[in-house]
């Protein structure tokens, strides 16, 4: 198995145990791609939801860069909901899985296809 692999079982364990999502494999697998190196650096790999400027970067550049989503209060709603089911304990809170709520969030799986 190799090392991405390894991480997409990770991120679909969290989505199962963390957040009580059973995750669309294929879809997970898209949004762990499109992280691209960032899955295999340490610091990269997780979002800080703790740091504004890091959620400002996770609305700016994912929803708004990649998924194509107008500026809006119901972007940052959004990312709180999805920090809050992933839980504002744990302490590694995975970028892919944080990408893959908000992109079920919002219904833009199509922008994976």
Do not use: W
Request: include cysteine.
């Amino acid at each position: 198995m190799s090392r991405r692999e390894m991480l997409i079982e990770r991120y679909a364990d969290d989505l199962r145990n963390k957040c009580g999502i059973e995750p669309d494999m294929a879809l997970l697998r898209k949004v762990t791609i499109g992280c691209g190196p960032s899955i295999y650096n340490a610091d990269a790999s997780t979002v800080a939801a703790t740091q504004q400027h890091e959620l400002d970067t996770v609305r700016r550049n994912y929803l708004m860069g990649k998924l194509g989503l107008p500026d809006g209060p119901d972007l940052n709603e959004a990312i709180d909901k999805v920090i809050e089911t992933y839980g504002r304990s744990e302490r590694n809170k995975y970028r892919a899985v944080v990408y893959y709520m908000l992109c079920r969030h919002f219904g833009k799986e199509s922008v994976y296809a």
